[in-house]
């Protein structure tokens, strides 16, 4: 299992939470996703390694941000 944390920007509500949720348990090998409005940032369980450009790519379309 990989471990990863993502600090997003541009969540606004639960309803962001939602899709930033939905949008990242689309990607292949993605197992679990915990969003934090508060924190600003998406913890996610894979069972692959995860290319940092396609997570951003899949939360730009959604309409958010991945901070560096």
């Known amino acids: 299992m ?11 509500c639960q309803n ?5 949720k939905d949008a990242l348990l689309e990607i292949p ?3 679990s996703v915990d969003v934090s409005l508060e924190k600003a940032n998406a ?3 894979s069972t ?6 396609e ?7 959604a309409g958010y941000t991945v901070q560096d």
Not at 2 to 12: A, F, H, Q, R, V
Not at 48 to 53: A, E, G, R
């Open 16 to 20: 962001c939470v939602r899709h930033v």
């Open 55 to 61: 997570l951003k790519k899949v939360l730009e379309a």
């Open 2 to 12: 990989t471990n990863t944390l993502l600090k997003i920007s541009g969540m606004t």
């Open 43 to 45: 913890q996610i369980i």
């Open 48 to 53: 692959l390694i995860l290319d940092q450009v």
């Open 29 to 31: 090998g993605v197992e």
